[in-house]
C-alpha cells in the first residue's frame, strides 16, 4: 500500500544488480559464466547476484534420477551386433498411462512361434509424459529412461527401434550408482543359479 510493496521489489531487484557485478569482481581471474564450476557456483546457497543460466551455451547438469524419454538398452558382441535386451513382452506397453509405446512381435518364420526380439519398437515423445512406469516394470531391465532432453523439432517425435537403441555403455555413464547396484544384483543372481546348478 502506498507504494511500499513496489520500493521493496526495485529494492530487491537493485540489491540483485549490484551483487552481481560484487561476485564478478571476486571470480576475477576465474571463469564465473560458461565453466562448470562457475554454473555450480551461481546454482549453490554461496551464490550471489543474477543465477541465470546462459541456455544452451550453458547447462545445468541433470543429477542422476532425472528421467525423460525412455531408451532401450543393447549389449554389443566383438562383431558389433547389437542384442537388445527386450524380449517384446508388452509390459511396458500395458503399464504405459497415456499408451505411447507400440510393440510389433518378431516370429520365426519357419514355425510361427514367437521370437523374444520385437520386431518393431515404437515411442511417441510427443505423449510421453516422463513417469518412468516402463523402465520400472521392465523384467529384464531392457528399458531405462534417457537424460536427453533437447528434442525439440517442427515435426511429430516418435522413436523407432533403431533411435531408442542405445548400448550398455551409455546407461552406465549416465547412471553410474543405479548400473553399479544392478550389475551387482545380477551377479549375485548368476552366483546363486551357478550354486544351485552345482
Not at 569482481?25 to 565453466?35: C, V
Not at 554461496?46 to 550453458?58: D, H, L
Not at 525423460?68 to 537388445?84: A, I, M
Request: charged share 25%; net charge positive.
Amino acid at each position: 500500500m502506498y507504494g511500499k510493496g513496489i520500493l521493496k521489489g526495485l529494492g530487491v531487484s537493485a540489491r540483485h544488480f549490484i551483487e552481481t557485478y560484487l561476485d564478478d569482481i571476486r571470480w576475477l581471474g576465474r571463469k564465473r559464466y560458461g565453466s562448470p564450476e562457475g554454473i555450480a557456483h551461481r546454482a549453490s546457497k554461496k551464490g550471489r547476484g543474477i543465477f541465470t543460466i546462459q541456455y544452451p551455451e550453458e547447462k545445468i547438469p541433470v543429477p542422476e534420477e532425472f528421467r525423460f524419454v525412455p531408451f532401450l538398452v543393447y549389449e554389443s558382441n566383438s562383431n558389433g551386433d547389437k542384442s537388445y535386451r527386450c524380449t517384446s513382452c508388452g509390459i511396458c506397453a500395458k503399464v504405459c498411462p497415456p499408451q505411447c509405446i507400440w510393440i510389433v512381435r518378431n516370429s520365426d518364420p519357419a514355425t510361427g512361434r514367437p521370437i523374444p526380439d520385437p520386431a518393431e519398437f515404437y515411442i511417441d515423445a510427443d505423449i510421453c509424459m516422463n513417469c518412468g512406469l516402463c523402465a520400472e516394470y521392465c523384467p529384464f531391465d531392457a528399458i531405462k529412461m534417457d537424460h536427453n532432453y533437447e528434442l525439440a523439432s517442427y515435426g511429430r517425435v516418435i522413436f523407432d527401434k533403431e533411435k531408442l537403441g542405445k548400448p550398455v555403455a551409455y546407461y552406465e555413464s549416465i547412471r553410474p550408482a543405479n548400473a553399479a547396484k544392478e550389475n551387482a544384483a545380477r551377479a549375485a543372481k548368476e552366483a546363486a543359479r551357478a550354486a544351485r546348478a552345482d
